[in-house]
């Protein structure tokens, strides 16, 4: 059994690691493509390397919103839960550690054979996230009385095929973001920026996109996104220094001078932002040639699923609008929640940063600068009610004083508790016969696309 538990956390610590595995997805694809060794190396090395560098620049990101959110706590009196994706992994650990990677490694795998065997061709590359979700089921499956086996039978079930159909529920979406590249969503708040495409194309006009607003040419060094997202953090930082006190945010500096820290943080913030854009164009300039084996030799029209941030280059002004919409849409919703006398959910700075941002990016491709903006605000109103209603399925474990934050995990815990409180064992298992009908009827029925909802322009006319 020990031996066993070694490789299982072996094959948890690689799979949960997005640079490997999107790294091993381009050495199949190049293999399957016979390319020369030399191009298999740097093919491989590049996303690597690229994704590594996609996760510097988040830490330098979320390294620097923490303070953040300290002084806005301090400085505007706010306590209460903040959502946390991590903190919650930490905690769950200690009690289903065996369960949550046993399930990883089956729902990856069962990612790979539903893309084969169905028309659902995503492959979901982001290990961390394939990880939270491993928690997450693991927790609720067990609080709705199933353990061992059965457990890891049904949570592997249901992560393989949730990895599969959340890239193809907004694919037209993520199409119209990437204008046709060929990539999916492959992160779990994909709910939340298929919304704010939804709410951006009725109440938006794609046509006034954010990257053409037009700037005053005395301006015109905002175009840099660096620049724009500098001057926009230092005053973010600045407010929040005010509003905490000179004396409270000394305690944070170190010595420093308590507005040269808040600035510096702003500035920081502004380099996490270009180290993401620069790892991002690494991964997509080796991964998507690469996966062209893949997809012509092993699993037939695959499509890569990969991280939020992945979409950052895409639309860099909607970044910008998204976190700021999604952020006040998160204020918004924790003064309903305390007027309603609910549970606290205090706007948590990174997951109103990568969601919001993503969903402005979203909201944009549909609905242009109001489509950002609107789509965005809906998407922290929704990260900041779902996770106040998860807490509860959570808190049978002695989760009760932290949540997820992103919008799937919500969604799918609420979901799979529900059935669980309503149905008991049978209710789930009912829920995991309609989730492989749900996989396996479209080979049954003719679809435009041989691979779901991946219609490029060129084939809908």
Same mark, same amino acid.
């Given at each position: 059994?020990?031996?066993?538990?070694?490789?299982?956390?072996?094959?948890?610590?690689?799979?949960?690691?997005?640079?490997?595995?999107?790294?091993?997805?381009?050495?199949? +694809?190049?293999?399957?493509?016979?390319?020369?060794?030399?191009?298999?190396?740097?093919?491989?090395?590049?996303?690597?390397?690229?994704?590594?560098?996609?996760?510097?620049?988040?830490?330098?990101?979320?390294?620097?919103?923490?303070?953040?959110?300290?002084?806005?706590?301090?400085?505007?009196?706010?306590?209460?839960?903040?959502?946390?994706?991590?903190?919650?992994?930490?905690?769950?650990?200690?009690?289903?550690?065996?369960?949550?990677?046993?399930?990883?490694?089956?729902?990856?795998?069962?990612?790979?054979?539903?893309?084969?065997?169905?028309?659902?061709?995503?492959?979901?590359?982001?290990?961390?996230?394939?990880?939270?979700?491993?928690?997450?089921?693991?927790?609720?499956?067990?609080?709705? +009385?199933?353990?061992?086996?059965?457990?890891?039978?049904?949570?592997?079930?249901?992560?393989?095929?949730?990895?599969?159909?959340?890239?193809?529920?907004?694919?037209?979406?993520?199409?119209?973001?990437?204008?046709?590249?060929?990539?999916?969503?492959?992160?779990?708040?994909?709910? +939340?920026?298929?919304?704010?495409?939804?709410?951006?194309?009725?109440?938006?006009?794609?046509?006034?996109?954010?990257?053409?607003?037009?700037? *005053?040419?005395?301006?015109?060094?905002?175009?840099?996104?660096?620049?724009?997202?500098?001057?926009?953090?230092?005053?973010?930082?600045?407010?929040?220094?005010?509003?905490?006190?000179?004396?409270?945010?000394?305690?944070?500096?170190?010595?420093?001078?308590?507005?040269?820290?808040?600035?510096?943080?702003?500035?920081?913030?502004?380099?996490?932002?270009?180290?993401?854009?620069?790892?991002?164009?690494?991964?997509?300039?080796?991964?998507?040639?690469?996966?062209?084996?893949?997809?012509?030799?092993?699993?037939? %029209?695959?499509?890569?699923?990969?991280?939020?941030?992945?979409?950052?280059?895409?639309?860099?002004?909607?970044?910008?609008?998204?976190?700021?919409?999604?952020?006040?849409?998160?204020?918004?919703?924790?003064?309903?929640?305390?007027?309603?006398?609910?549970?606290?959910?205090?706007?948590?700075?990174? *997951?109103?940063?990568?969601?919001?941002?993503?969903?402005?990016?979203?909201? %944009?491709?549909?609905?242009?600068?109001?489509?950002?903006?609107?789509?965005?605000?809906?998407?922290?109103?929704?990260?900041?009610?779902?996770?106040?209603?998860?807490? *509860?399925?959570?808190?049978?474990? +002695?989760?009760?004083?932290?949540?997820?934050?992103?919008?799937?995990?919500?969604?799918?815990?609420?979901?799979?508790?529900?059935?669980?409180?309503?149905?008991?064992?049978?209710?789930?298992?009912?829920?995991?016969?309609?989730?492989?009908?749900?996989?396996?009827?479209? %080979?049954?029925?003719?679809?435009?696309?041989?691979?779901?909802?991946?219609?490029?322009?060129?084939?809908?006319?």
């Amino acid at each position: 059994m020990s031996i066993l538990t070694s490789i299982l956390s072996f094959l948890r610590d690689v799979f949960s690691q997005p640079a490997l595995l999107i790294g091993l997805m381009a050495c199949i +694809g190049l293999i399957a493509l016979k390319k020369p060794f030399h191009k298999i190396l740097t093919g491989t090395l590049g996303p690597i390397l690229g994704y590594i560098m996609l996760s510097a620049g988040a830490n330098v990101i979320s390294t620097n919103l923490t303070p953040l959110g300290k002084m806005i706590e301090k400085g505007f009196h706010i306590h209460g839960v903040v959502p946390n994706n991590e903190a919650i992994v930490a905690s769950a650990q200690k009690i289903l550690g065996v369960e949550t990677m046993s399930i990883l490694v089956l729902g990856l795998v069962l990612n790979i054979l539903f893309a084969r065997l169905t028309k659902y061709k995503y492959v979901f590359l982001t290990g961390h996230h394939s990880f939270f979700m491993a928690c997450l089921l693991s927790a609720v499956l067990g609080a709705s +009385g199933f353990s061992g086996i059965q457990l890891i039978i049904i949570g592997g079930i249901f992560l393989g095929a949730w990895s599969a159909i959340s890239p193809a529920i907004g694919q037209r979406y993520t199409l119209k973001v990437t204008d046709g590249d060929d990539v999916a969503m492959g992160h779990f708040g994909s709910l +939340g920026y298929y919304l704010s495409a939804w709410v951006g194309a009725r109440f938006g006009n794609a046509n006034h996109s954010t990257e053409k607003i037009n700037i *005053p040419e005395k301006w015109g060094f905002l175009r840099n996104t660096t620049i724009s997202t500098a001057i926009t953090m230092v005053f973010f930082y600045l407010v929040a220094a005010i509003a905490a006190g000179p004396q409270y945010v000394s305690t944070l500096s170190s010595g420093m001078s308590p507005f040269l820290y808040a600035a510096m943080l702003g500035l920081n913030f502004a380099i996490g932002v270009t180290i993401v854009y620069s790892g991002v164009r690494m991964i997509l300039a080796d991964l998507i040639p690469a996966f062209q084996g893949i997809a012509t030799k092993i699993i037939p %029209n695959a499509v890569p699923a990969v991280d939020c941030a992945v979409f950052f280059t895409y639309a860099q002004t909607a970044v910008i609008i998204g976190f700021v919409s999604s952020f006040i849409g998160g204020i918004i919703g924790m003064l309903v929640l305390g007027l309603a006398g609910g549970v606290l959910i205090i706007p948590g700075l990174v *997951p109103h940063f990568f969601c919001g941002a993503t969903a402005g990016i979203y909201g %944009n491709a549909t609905g242009g600068r109001r489509g950002a903006a609107l789509g965005a605000f809906v998407n922290g109103l929704a990260i900041t009610f779902l996770p106040a209603l998860l807490m *509860p399925v959570l808190g049978a474990l +002695g989760f009760a004083n932290t949540t997820f934050g992103d919008m799937d995990f919500a969604v799918l815990g609420i979901s799979i508790g529900q059935v669980g409180h309503s149905f008991t064992t049978m209710g789930i298992y009912a829920l995991v016969l309609a989730t492989l009908i749900v996989l396996f009827v479209p %080979n049954f029925i003719k679809t435009k696309s041989t691979t779901l909802n991946h219609i490029v322009e060129d084939e809908e006319n």
